[in-house]
C-alpha cells in the first residue's frame, strides 16, 4: 500500500468516458496506507464536520453538521441532539427556532397486536416492556429512595432531601439540608439469594384514537404539526391532551423536539403567561438536557454541566431550576464513592509521608462529583449492577476442560473475552462444547451472523430457548458476542433474564465504536474488574487485518498487499468523492476485485453533508436502481436500512409494498415495515455510517473520508469502519494528514456512567461479608 501522498492525482471526472462508464479505478491505483475515517470518538457518530445539513430536512432530534451522529438514534428517528447515528430520517423541519412546521415528526406507535413472527420492532418494544415491568416491581418493593444516595453530602444531600419529601407525599417549599447520610445497608448474607422470580411482559399499552386526536387539536393551536400527535399520545398516555395544554414544555419527551421549538409552541398556547422563568419551562429543560446527553451515551451528568447547559437555554437561576427539577422528582441525583483502585497510590508517598511528620495525616480524598439523571437509565443501571452481581454470586464452579476461555467459564458466572473479527471463532467453539456437555446454551449477537441470533430476538422469545416457568430465560450458559454494541437496557434486560447459576460470557473487540446510546456496559464491564477478562492471541488475517490491528495501538501502517486488498482513490473535494464512490461500487470493484455490488457496502461519517449517506444513497439509487420512489421514496431493489429500534440497523432489500407496508428482505428473513412508519424506521441503504454498520462485515468495504469530515476523525471510528470489510477495503481520502493525527490521538471522548461504582459497591459487600 502507498502513501496517498505519493499516489497519482485522480483524473478529472470530466475525463470519464463518455459511455458513462467509470475508469478503473482499483486496479491502476496503488494499494494505499489504510483509508481514512471519521466518526465521533467512542460515543454515536456526531454529525459535525461534513457540510451544513440539508435545508429544510432537520431530522428528529439531530443536528446534522456532517459527522457520524452521537446519540441511540435508531429507532423511530430519535436521532440525538448531537445525532444519533443510525437511525432513519425524521420529519422535515425548517430549523427557524419556531414550532409551527418545523418540529419533527415521527412513526405512529407499534400496535400491540400478537403477530405470528415477531418482526425486530416488536421484539425490541417487547424486550423493553419487559424490562420497565421489571423496573417497577423493584420500584415497589423498596421502601428506600435510590441506595446510590446513602452516603450524599452538601449539595446532594439537600437534593435527595427534596427527592425523600416527594417520595413521602409532602412538597417543601425549599430545599432542606440533610445532615447526617441514611445508614448504608448491610452487606449480603453470604448464603446464595432465592431463585429469582421474573413476571411475565406486560401487555402493550394502548392509546385511543380519542386521545390521538384531543392531543391533534392542541397542537394545532400550538401552531406544531398534527404528525406529532401519535408520539405525545404514547409518551404522556391517556390524558395527554389535557397534559400537553397545562404544560406546553412537555412537548420536549416526545424524541427530537428541540428547546426553541418547544418555547414556540408554549408561547403560542400560553401567551403573556409564557417566561423564560417559567418553574414548568425549567424543570422540563433539565429533564431535557439530560435526554440530550443520554443520547451522547452519558446515563447521568455533573451538577455544574446541567447548570451551564440551563444558563444557555436563558433559564434565569439553573440553580434553583435544578433543585425545583429534582423536588418534582423530574430528576435524580447519586453521589457515589469512587474508591482509587489501590489507595496507596491515591496520594504522592513523599506528600503524605511528609504529612505525617508534621501530625497532619493524610490529606483528604476530593469529594466524589454530585451527579443527576433520569430515572429510567438509574434503575436500569442499577438492576444491571444487580442482575451481574447474582450472577457471580449463584453460579457453582465447576472444573471445565480445554482453552483458557473454558476454564474460565467453568469457574466464574461471569467472563468477559476481548479480541477482533478472527476471535469470535473463540466464543462461538465454547458455546458448542457447552451443548456437548448437556448445558442449555445460547449464542447471541448484535447481529445476526456466525450462527447467533439478535440480543432482542432472544429477549422477546422469537428465537432461543423461550422462557422457564418462572419466566427466566431456560439457559445454563449464555455467550454474547458484539458485546461493545450492547445497550443499557438491553443489558439490563437481558441479565435480568438470566436465571440463577447462569454463566454469561461476553465477547467483543473493544476498540470498536460502542453502543448508541446510554451507558458503555462492556468498557465498564473491563475497567471495574469484577471478572475475568481473557485476551485472545489470534489475530485477524491478511492486510486488512494487519492495518486493523496496527489502528486499534494507535498506528496507521503501511501494508503489503498484493492483491489490492486495500486501496486508497484520492479526492479533492467531496463532489468528487461521490462521483468515485459510484464508480467503484458499480463498476471498478465487480469487475477488478471480483465482488458483486449487492456485496460491497458504502460506510461514510453521517447522513447529512456533501458526501453522507443521504448524498450517496441518491448518487446510488440513481446508478444502480433507478426510479420514482412510489412506495414513500423507495422502490423494489432498493437497498434499505432498517432501524427498528434505538442502536440497531438491519441491512436489507425492498421486495414490494401494499396497503400492509413495505416488504423487506433482510438476509433470508421477510420484514413488514407499516406504511406510517417507514419514513421514521427506514433509509436507503446502500451507504452507512460506522455505527449502523458495526457488528456486520462484507466481502468488500468502500470508506468514503471527505476533507470537510476531518474534524470528526476518531480512532475507534476508523478501526469500525475500516474493520467491515472482509476481502477488500477502498478508501476514498480526502482528509490528507487528519487521518493518521486521528489514528494516533483520535480517542474517543469519556461517557459520564454509574455502573462502574454500583458494581464496586456491591462486591465490596460480598467482600466485608
Known amino acids: 500500500m502507498t502513501d496517498p501522498s505519493a499516489a497519482t492525482p485522480p483524473p478529472d471526472p470530466a475525463e470519464a468516458p463518455a459511455d458513462g462508464t467509470a475508469p478503473d479505478t482499483v486496479p491502476d491505483g496503488e494499494p494505499g496506507p489504510g483509508a481514512s475515517g471519521t466518526e465521533e470518538a467512542g460515543t454515536e457518530e456526531r454529525e459535525t464536520g461534513t457540510g451544513e445539513p440539508d435545508a429544510g430536512t432537520d431530522e428528529v ?293 511528609q504529612a505525617a511528620e508534621e501530625g497532619q495525616g493524610q490529606p483528604p480524598r476530593p469529594e466524589a462529583p454530585v451527579l443527576l439523571g433520569l430515572e429510567r437509565f438509574a434503575l436500569a443501571e442499577e438492576s444491571l449492577a444487580d442482575g451481574l452481581a447474582r450472577l457471580v454470586r449463584t453460579v457453582h464452579p465447576a472444573s471445565w476442560e480445554g482453552p483458557e476461555l473454558a476454564r474460565a467459564a467453568g469457574t466464574h458466572g461471569l467472563v468477559l473475552h476481548t479480541g477482533g473479527e478472527a476471535a469470535r471463532a473463540e466464543p462461538a467453539a465454547l458455546a458448542g462444547e457447552a451443548r456437548a456437555r448437556g448445558l442449555r446454551v445460547a449464542l447471541a449477537a448484535h447481529t445476526a451472523r456466525d450462527g447467533a441470533v439478535p440480543v432482542t430476538a432472544l429477549l422477546s422469545g422469537a428465537a432461543g430457548p423461550g422462557r422457564d416457568a418462572e419466566g427466566a430465560l431456560a439457559l445454563d450458559l449464555l455467550v454474547v458476542l458484539d458485546a461493545p454494541q450492547l445497550g443499557l437496557e438491553p443489558a439490563a434486560a437481558l441479565v435480568e433474564a438470566l436465571p440463577d447459576g447462569c454463566r454469561l460470557v461476553l465477547s467483543g473487540d473493544p476498540h470498536v465504536l460502542g453502543a448508541a446510546g446510554p451507558g458503555r456496559v462492556f468498557a465498564d464491564l473491563l475497567a471495574a474488574r469484577i471478572a475475568p477478562v481473557i485476551a485472545s492471541r489470534t489475530p485477524d488475517p491478511g492486510p486488512i487485518g494487519e492495518l486493523i490491528s496496527g489502528i486499534g495501538i494507535g498506528e496507521l501502517n503501511q501494508v503489503a498487499a498484493p492483491g489490492k486488498e486495500v486501496v486508497i482513490v484520492p479526492v479533492r473535494d467531496a463532489g468528487e468523492a461521490v462521483h468515485r464512490t459510484v464508480q467503484l461500487v458499480a463498476d471498478s470493484i465487480p469487475r477488478a476485485i471480483g465482488v458483486p455490488t449487492e456485496h460491497t457496502q458504502v460506510i461514510t461519517v453521517g447522513h447529512g453533508g456533501s458526501a453522507g449517506t443521504r448524498a450517496l444513497n441518491a448518487a446510488l439509487k440513481q446508478r444502480l436502481n433507478p426510479g420514482p420512489g412510489r412506495f414513500g421514496g423507495f422502490d423494489p431493489g432498493d437497498r434499505a436500512a432498517y432501524s427498528p429500534a434505538p442502536g440497531r440497523t438491519v441491512a436489507g432489500t425492498v421486495v414490494s409494498a401494499d396497503a400492509e407496508g413495505l416488504h423487506l428482505d433482510c438476509g433470508g428473513t421477510r420484514v413488514v415495515v407499516p406504511k406510517e412508519r417507514v419514513e421514521s424506521e427506514l433509509r436507503h441503504g446502500w451507504a452507512l455510517t460506522a455505527h449502523q454498520a458495526a457488528g456486520a462485515r462484507w466481502p468488500a468495504a468502500v470508506v468514503v473520508l471527505p476533507g470537510d469530515a476531518a474534524g470528526g476523525l476518531s480512532r475507534p471510528w476508523v478501526y469500525t469502519a475500516f474493520g467491515r470489510a472482509e476481502r477488500h477495503l477502498s478508501v476514498v481520502h480526502g482528509v490528507d494528514q487528519a487521518l493518521p493525527r486521528a489514528v494516533a490521538e483520535g480517542v474517543a471522548p469519556g461517557r459520564t456512567t454509574r455502573l462502574r461504582p454500583l458494581l464496586d459497591a456491591l462486591l465490596a459487600d460480598d467482600d466485608e461479608a
Open 61 to 353: 432530534g439531530a443536528d446534522e453538521t456532517g459527522t457520524d451522529e452521537t446519540g441511540a438514534d435508531e429507532a423511530g428517528g430519535e436521532e440525538a441532539g448531537t445525532g444519533a447515528e443510525e437511525g432513519p430520517d425524521g420529519a422535515a423541519g425548517s430549523g427557524d427556532g419556531s414550532t409551527a412546521g418545523n418540529a419533527p415528526s415521527g412513526g405512529e406507535a407499534a400496535s400491540g397486536e400478537a403477530a405470528a413472527e415477531l418482526s425486530e420492532a416488536q421484539a425490541e418494544l417487547a424486550a423493553q416492556r419487559e424490562l420497565r415491568a421489571r423496573i417497577e416491581q423493584r420500584k415497589a418493593e423498596r421502601s428506600a429512595p435510590v441506595e446510590a444516595g446513602t452516603k450524599l453530602s452538601g449539595t446532594a444531600a439537600d437534593l435527595l432531601a427534596a427527592v425523600r419529601a416527594v417520595e413521602s407525599g409532602t412538597r417543601p417549599a425549599a430545599v432542606p439540608r440533610v445532615e447526617e447520610p441514611a445508614p448504608a445497608r448491610p452487606a449480603p448474607a453470604a448464603a446464595a439469594p432465592e431463585r429469582t422470580v421474573r413476571p411475565p411482559a406486560p401487555a402493550a399499552p394502548t392509546v385511543t384514537e380519542e386521545t390521538t386526536t384531543a392531543v391533534r387539536q392542541v397542537l394545532a393551536r400550538g401552531g406544531a404539526p398534527e404528525t406529532l400527535a401519535p408520539q405525545v399520545a404514547a409518551v404522556l398516555g391517556e390524558g395527554a391532551a389535557r397534559a400537553l395544554a397545562d404544560d406546553p414544555w412537555q412537548l420536549l419527551a416526545v424524541p427530537g423536539v428541540r428547546a426553541e421549538q418547544a418555547d414556540g409552541f408554549a408561547r403560542a398556547l400560553l401567551g403573556a403567561e409564557c417566561g423564560p422563568a417559567d418553574p414548568r419551562r425549567a424543570v422540563a429543560l433539565t429533564a431535557w438536557l439530560l435526554e440530550q446527553a443520554a443520547r451522547q451515551g452519558h446515563t447521568a451528568l455533573e451538577i455544574g454541566a446541567v447548570r451551564d447547559g440551563l444558563a444557555r437555554l436563558s433559564v434565569p437561576e439553573p440553580d434553583k431550576a435544578v433543585d425545583l427539577a429534582v423536588s418534582e422528582a423530574a430528576v435524580l441525583v447519586f453521589q457515589e464513592e469512587d474508591e482509587p483502585e489501590d489507595d496507596t497510590e491515591y496520594i504522592d508517598r513523599a506528600d503524605g509521608a
